[in-house]
Nanobody, 123 residues
Framework: QLQASGGGLVQAGGSLRLSCAAS????????MAWFRQVPGKEREFVAA???????AYSDSVKDRFTISRDYNKNTISLQMNSLKAEDTAVYYC???????????????????WGQGTEVTVSS
């Protein structure tokens, strides 16, 4: 089970750090990712980190967001800097099955999802 936290209200240009904790089993062999969604739109890929530590980002967040994982704590984080109003969304953490070794941007590759944490950026 995945539990996302850290969302909130922040002014444009500010920063937030999201965390996602996994309980029940280790996710050290899974690719982990963050997606986001606004009402009426499809879920959008944000960033992913493979079990080996490789990362991928969407063009819209590259150079502003950083995804990382802590194998000991069984968590991933998303450091979000220089936030913009268009970053406003509900952010979800997700995990692939352990056998998946890639860095997918496709939400159907992710089989386990957290409940989401809301991020609101005021302009």
């Amino acid at each position: 089970q995945l539990q996302a936290s850290g969302g909130g209200l922040v002014q444009a240009g500010g920063s937030l750090r999201l965390s996602c904790a996994a309980s029940g089993r280790t996710l050290s062999r899974n690719t982990m990712a963050w997606f986001r969604q606004v009402p009426g739109k499809e879920r959008e890929f944000v960033a992913a980190v493979s079990w080996g530590g490789n990362t991928a980002y969407s063009d819209s967040v590259k150079d502003r967001f950083t995804i990382s994982r802590d194998y000991n704590k069984n968590t991933i984080s998303l450091q979000m800097n220089s936030l913009k109003a268009e970053d406003t969304a509900v952010y979800y953490c997700a995990a692939t099955n352990p056998s998946y070794g890639g860095l997918s941007r496709y939400h159907l590759e992710y089989k386990n999802w957290g409940q989401g944490t809301e991020v609101t950026v005021s302009s």
